[in-house]
């Protein structure tokens, strides 16, 4: 069976050789480069290459923990803000500041209350006519 498959291949390989039907391969770094639109004003890139955001955007979990707070990639341990990086989770990041208090940054916003707390409760039930 695996030698019929395997020769079934080959020759749909062969056929595409001879017929002279394009063949597909990665490009890797050669790939062409489309400039991102205008579409995204708020992501709009600076003059350094970062990007304009505010806030939490994305976290990186591991042995090189950081976040990207504020456009930046900020190691863990590291200064942003005039805050150290002192946690990294899945979906949050506190800083802690000199004079000891801390912020926390979410990497999505809350939701609304009364949204949340009804589907929470109540996940499978239909809502009220």
Known sequence: ???????????????????????????????????????????????????????????????????VIDGTWVPKGRTVRGATLETVTRRRVTLRYPDGHTESLDLFPPTSAGAGAASASRPNEAPPK
């Open 1 to 67: 069976m695996a030698r019929n498959v395997i020769r079934s291949l080959v020759l749909i390989c062969a056929a595409q050789l001879a017929c002279g039907l394009p063949v597909a391969r990665a490009m890797g770094p050669q790939a062409p480069f489309a400039a991102p639109d205008s579409a995204a004003p708020e992501q709009a890139l600076l003059d350094d290459g970062a990007v304009n955001v505010q806030g939490l955007a994305g976290v990186r979990l591991g042995h090189q923990a950081g976040a």
